[in-house]
């Protein structure tokens, strides 16, 4: 029903910055709440940041000083701007959709998702 495409991953130098897009189609853009998550070998996938449907906001308290989330109805796109990106967020990131009243930061209740975009930072 919902199809969500993810872009603009990359290798980038530590302290760089990178802005992911993730265009959805389907339904109602605006209706529905927006995540990114993001997920390395080994470990379980964790969220990052998600817009709900009252656009609030909500992210990651280790990441929140260098990240933020943003949509754009009318492009039925939803954003995640990077900044002071660290090796540490190296990791391929997804972004999902949710049509219901959910938990945003828990990955069980999200309805549809991305295939993922690659993001890689070096020291």
């Not at 993001?38 to 379980?44: A, D, L, N, V």
């Not at 009252?54 to 308290?61: E, F, K, N, R, Y």
């Not at 002071?84 to 990955?107: M, Q």
């Amino acid at each position: 029903q919902v199809q969500l495409v993810e872009s603009g991953g990359g290798l980038v130098q530590a302290g760089g910055s990178l802005r992911l897009s993730c265009a959805a189609s389907g339904r109602t853009f605006s209706q529905y709440a927006m995540g990114w998550f993001r997920q390395t070998p080994g470990k379980e996938r964790e969220f990052v940041a998600a817009s709900g449907w009252s656009g609030i906001t909500t992210v990651l308290d280790s990441v929140k000083a260098r990240f933020s989330i943003s949509r754009d109805n009318a492009q039925n796109t939803v954003y995640l701007q990077m900044n002071s990106l660290k090796p540490e967020d190296t990791g391929v990131y997804y972004c999902a959709a949710a049509s219901k009243n959910i938990r945003l930061r828990f990955p069980g209740g999200y309805d549809y998702w991305g295939q993922g975009t690659e993001v890689t930072v070096s020291s």
